[in-house]
């Protein structure tokens, strides 16, 4: 029988650097334009949900409970 457990994974998020928002250049003005991230919706993290799967240790005469 196969155990998995859902875990979690928080990145920091590559677009914003953690930040939440982005300086995005304007062709037409001479000012960046600031905006909310849109990859991490100003989180400035980003989740992860996976599965860990312990079937490969359960034939090595261990047992999760």
């Not at 919706?41 to 079937?55: T, V």
């Not at 490969?56 to 005469?61: I, M, P, R, S, T």
Request: charged fraction near 30%; hydrophobic fraction near 25%.
């Amino acid at each position: 029988m196969a155990s998995s457990k859902r875990v979690k994974r928080v990145y920091i998020c590559p677009t914003c650097k953690g930040n939440g928002y982005v300086k995005v250049a304007c062709i037409y003005d001479k000012e960046d334009m600031v905006h909310q991230c849109w990859d991490c919706e100003s989180q400035g993290e980003i989740y992860d949900y996976g599965d860990e799967d312990f079937s490969d240790l359960e034939g090595e005469g261990m047992s999760i409970h």
